[in-house]
């Protein structure tokens, strides 16, 4: 019976073994996307407690501590950092066979070298040792980045950010590249006229240019894109429930948006219309500056208008949608393609239904220049578990190139994550390992190492040119 996170946790063989240890282990992690807030490693942040690094703004574990019965006040609420603590430690014994279990044990024993398990019994020694180590100086922010041996990071940024963190990051001349990364999802979010219009002002203010037509809109976008561009920006990403692709006319789009201005609702096909037109004119922007564009579809967001209404988005209250992807797709990186303006692409799926499909489809539109310009992007969200990320890579060795993949990335909130990236590459290594084992490919060190090491690292950094 092998012990619970040995060394060789995930690795059922010894080529997995070997090519874990000896392949992966050792290369560097490039995070290409994350929502780490660029102002805490400025600042070299030093959390006061485990509560502050692991739990606020961690919708992954209010999920599961609801799912046990535990109240929103020690979730979301008012109790202390010790109470929300020790109701997390009471639901860790809960989340046996979740990921959680495995990604909360990673992180103690990689940060803290703590290798007791979570539970009610253990949480007061477990709270206060890590507390401890958490306010010395070899566990600030940037020190945490450096023991992961991380060596870039891109962050979520609104075109309307200011970028001072990064740019000062930048300046104390700290190794790891601290990044920006472009978000435009709120330029889009055309359902509510009065929070658009506040987020047009914010947009004014921050390009320097009066808007009041869909043109002096575009001219905004592409001064901040420029902005972005300058200060190191190479990837954009897009929230979508799926994608959009009507056909329009720009003088629709002109007269859609002065109405919007104008604060009045717009009906279901003028704002697919104008998504549709702002999707296509941020993709151009993207492909003329080499960057590459990232889509995260198939969420269903803010299911629970109750909690909506009390805790605002990104708490925990949204699942994976069902909605249609194939035909919009296709019309979308076609109109792209047609006109020779497809960036290089990452698309990323929450609903395992479409695994195949968009694995097919982005394939239709690598360019026979560009080696893995079309990705099928790793296992998201719900889907960033030994399963879903096993499902993943199989359904992409199966229909597209393996060997072309960019890899995984954390996704998060906590600068505790970056052990995801260590059990991403030990089921990479079990993968590959195993099937050397079964002779259904060949054992050849040289192949299979070259492989692994590419998929971990370099892939990404030659995609990204970073």
């Known amino acids: 019976m092998k012990k619970f996170l040995d060394k060789d946790f995930l690795l059922e063989n010894d080529t997995a073994r070997r090519l874990y240890h000896e392949v992966a282990a050792?290369?560097?992690?490039?995070?290409?996307?994350?929502?780490?807030?660029?102002?805490?490693?400025?600042?070299?942040?030093?959390?006061?407690?485990?509560?502050?690094?692991?739990?606020a703004g961690d919708h992954y574990k209010w999920r599961a501590m609801r799912a046990n019965g535990v109240v929103e006040r020690f979730c979301t609420g008012d109790a202390s950092d010790e109470e929300k603590f020790m109701k997390w430690a009471e639901t860790v014994p809960d989340t046996l066979r979740n990921p959680l279990y495995h990604w909360t044990h990673l992180e103690l024993q990689r940060y803290f070298n703590i290798h007791e398990l979570l539970n009610p019994e253990s949480a007061q020694r477990i709270y206060q040792r890590a507390g401890e180590l958490l306010q010395s100086e070899g566990f600030s922010v940037r020190k945490m980045?450096?023991?992961?041996?991380?060596?870039?990071?891109?962050?979520?940024?609104?075109?309307?950010?200011?970028l001072e963190y990064h740019q000062k990051i930048k300046e104390d001349g700290f190794e790891t590249k601290v990044l920006p990364a472009w978000r435009p999802d709120k330029v889009m979010a055309v359902e509510d006229p009065d929070k658009y219009n506040q987020y047009i002002h914010q947009l004014e203010q921050a390009s320097g240019t009066s808007i009041s037509s869909l043109m002096d809109l575009l001219t905004a976008l592409q001064n901040r894109h420029d902005f972005f561009h300058q200060m190191g920006c190479r990837i954009s990403d897009h929230g979508l429930?799926?994608?959009?692709?009507?056909?329009?006319?720009?003088?629709d789009i002109e007269k859609i948006f002065l109405k919007i201005r104008k604060g009045r609702m717009l009906n279901k096909q003028e704002i697919s219309?104008?998504?549709?037109?702002?999707?296509?004119e941020l993709a151009v922007m993207d492909h003329e500056k080499g960057w590459t564009q990232q889509f995260h579809v198939g969420a269903i967001r803010n299911n629970n208008s109750g909690r909506l209404r009390k805790l605002g988005p990104d708490t925990g209250f949204d699942s994976i949608g069902d909605f249609k992807m194939a035909s919009a797709m296709s019309r979308f990186f076609?109109?792209?393609?047609?006109?020779?303006?497809?960036?290089k692409t990452i698309v990323y799926n929450l609903n395992p239904v479409d695994n195949a499909l968009i694995a097919t489809m982005v394939n239709n539109f690598n360019d026979g220049k560009t080696p893995g310009?079309?990705?099928?992007?790793?296992?998201?969200?719900?889907?960033?578990?030994?399963?879903?990320?096993?499902?993943?890579?199989?359904?992409?060795?199966?229909?597209?190139?393996?060997?072309?993949?960019?890899?995984?990335?954390?996704?998060?909130?906590?600068?505790?994550?970056?052990?995801?990236?260590?059990?991403?590459?030990?089921?990479?290594?079990?993968?590959?390992?195993?099937?050397?084992?079964?002779?259904?490919?060949?054992?050849?060190?040289?192949?299979?190492?070259?492989?692994?090491?590419?998929?971990?690292?370099?892939?990404?950094?030659?995609?990204?040119?970073?």
Request: proline residues 4%; charged residues 25%; aromatic residues 12%.
């Open 373 to 466: 310009k079309m990705q099928f992007g790793s296992g998201w969200w719900f889907l960033d578990q030994k399963y879903g990320m096993t499902e993943q890579m199989n359904t992409l060795s199966s229909l597209g190139l393996l060997s072309r993949f960019v890899g995984m990335l954390t996704d998060s909130r906590s600068f505790l994550s970056y052990p995801r990236h260590e059990y991403f590459r030990r089921i990479l290594c079990n993968l590959v390992g195993t099937d050397v084992e079964h002779g259904e490919i060949p054992n050849e060190p040289k192949l299979i190492d070259k492989l692994v090491q590419n998929v971990c690292y370099y892939n990404a950094k030659e995609y990204f040119a970073l």
């Open 273 to 280: 219309l104008f998504k549709s037109a702002m999707l296509v």
């Open 241 to 251: 429930e799926g994608f959009l692709a009507e056909e329009f006319s720009y003088l």
């Open 145 to 162: 980045i450096r023991k992961m041996n991380v060596e870039v990071i891109c962050t979520t940024d609104d075109p309307v950010d200011s």
């Open 334 to 343: 076609d109109r792209l393609d047609t006109q020779d303006q497809l960036a």
């Open 26 to 55: 050792p290369v560097p992690i490039i995070d290409y996307h994350c929502h780490l807030d660029p102002a805490l490693i400025a600042e070299d942040h030093n959390f006061e407690n485990l509560t502050q690094v692991w739990l």
